[in-house]
């Protein structure tokens, strides 16, 4: 796996977003993320059912706390994590050193377009990372190939925006409006929450068995309201950038007190919904 990669037109803008502010965020922050997604990595690897010996793909795979699961879980193999980043692979890299993963292994690419070896793998995984492809239809068809019959993909991807309170909060009170659904097919958090169109994709990618099991977990943003708006503010800044500082500041104060009103004993959480989907090649 190349530490350089080749991407394809459709996946510029992403490419240059998580190779840029936003990827170097995440991988300033990766145990935040980790956290927030820490109630769904149960079933998410349980449902990748990793075999001792097998080689595992993770698309998307970020600061790469999902390489390492797939990797402790197949000690005879090896897992492969593969993202746009080249700050978060460093860091997935360094991890896994720091923590004695010695058969897992990173490199910056474009999985819609990388030249897999056919039938490489025996299980590609992906943690919320698969919703960014420029061509979904063209990337799952790429990962097809890259499994070997009978082989098994897992995804964790976010259902639709109304049954996901983070979203609403987040640009209900920053953007002051509710942020339009992506388009079925173009990249964004939300691109595969139609099961009908996920269904579809990934059958006409040459998948089989397509299922997908609804999932609901309180997400973590931070310890307090003061500590989780600073998370936020981090990540999505962008949205009140251009205001007045009035205005910005108004909107600022709006979000801090709605996480006030999340918190908690295990911090500020906010409710999410997601699909855990499975499937083999055929």
């Known amino acids: 796996m190349t530490t350089t990669a080749h991407v394809d037109p459709t996946n510029r803008e992403q490419a240059q977003a998580w190779d840029g502010t936003e990827g170097e965020y995440w991988a300033a922050h990766p145990d935040r993320f980790d956290t927030a997604l820490a109630r769904y990595q149960p079933a998410f690897h349980a449902a990748a059912d ?24 197949a000690p005879g193999g090896e897992a492969w994590g593969v993202d746009l980043s080249a700050r978060m692979i460093e860091v997935a890299r360094a991890t896994a050193e720091a923590e004695g ?10 999985a819609q377009v990388h030249p897999f070896v056919t039938a490489e793998f025996d299980g590609v995984i992906s943690r919320t990372g698969s919703m960014f492809f420029g ?10 190939r890259a499994l070997r019959p009978g082989g098994r993909l897992t ?35 939300f691109s595969l929450s139609d099961p009908d169109h996920v269904r579809d994709v990934l059958t006409g990618a040459g998948f089989t068995a397509v299922a997908l099991d609804g999932l609901a977990e309180p ?44 918190e908690g004993p295990d911090g500020v959480t906010l409710g999410s919904a997601a699909w855990l989907v499975t499937a083999r090649r055929g």
């Open 50 to 73: 990793i075999g001792p010996g097998d080689r595992v793909l993770d698309v998307g795979c970020g600061t790469g706390l999902t390489t390492r699961t797939a990797a402790r879980a």
């Open 101 to 110: 993963v010695t058969n897992a292994r990173f490199g910056r690419a474009d």
């Open 135 to 144: 061509r979904p239809d063209v990337a799952f068809a790429n990962l097809a």
């Open 155 to 189: 995804l964790l991807t976010w259902q639709p925006a109304d049954r996901n309170e983070w979203i609403g909060v987040f640009a209900g009170t920053l953007a002051g409006r509710e942020l339009p659904p992506s388009p079925l097919g173009s990249p964004g958090p």
């Open 219 to 262: 997400e973590v943003y931070g310890r307090d309201a003061d500590d989780a708006l600073a998370f936020v503010l981090g990540l999505l800044g962008w949205m009140v950038a251009d205001l007045t500082p009035a205005e910005r500041d108004r909107r600022v104060e709006a979000l801090h007190r709605t996480l006030a009103a999340h």
